[in-house]
Nanobody, 121 residues
Framework: QVQLVESGGGLVQAGGSLRLSCAAS????????GGWYRQAPGKQRELVAA???????NYADSVKGRFTISRDNAKNTGYLQMNSLKPEDTAVYYC???????????????WGQGTQVTVSS
């Protein structure tokens, strides 16, 4: 089983920056797609950014030019650099990973527990 643990959330003023990390643990797996989602109170969970094993990225329109997703395969860790934060970015941020197990090629999908990001005006 692949477990994901996020860190880096917190309280920041508008215009500030935060860097979220998502560490994957387990054995014998490879991640094909890593993603960051967020869910604000009363709203549905939405995709913020995603990155493939080939480092192709895509972003929600609302964060383009402000957020950057990256991954360090050697460390099994993904990152979300968030700059120029706005109050509307306030949400619980979740990381997600989809990949396969090396032993049998079976697929997996895992979620982290979430980390709160609060942007004050």
């Amino acid at each position: 089983q692949v477990q994901l643990v996020e860190s880096g959330g917190g309280l920041v003023q508008a215009g500030g920056s935060l860097r979220l990390s998502c560490a994957a643990s387990g054995s014998g797996f490879s991640i094909n797609i890593g993603g960051w989602y967020r869910q604000a109170p009363g709203k549905q969970r939405e995709l913020v950014a995603a990155i493939t094993s080939g480092n192709h990225t895509n972003y929600a329109d609302s964060v383009k030019g402000r957020f950057t997703i990256s991954r360090d395969n050697a460390k099994n860790t993904g990152y979300l650099q968030m700059n120029s934060l706005k109050p509307e970015d306030t949400a619980v941020y979740y990381c997600n990973a989809k990949g396969i197990y090396s032993s049998n090629g079976g697929p997996f999908g895992s979620w982290g527990q979430g980390t709160q990001v609060t942007v004050s005006s």
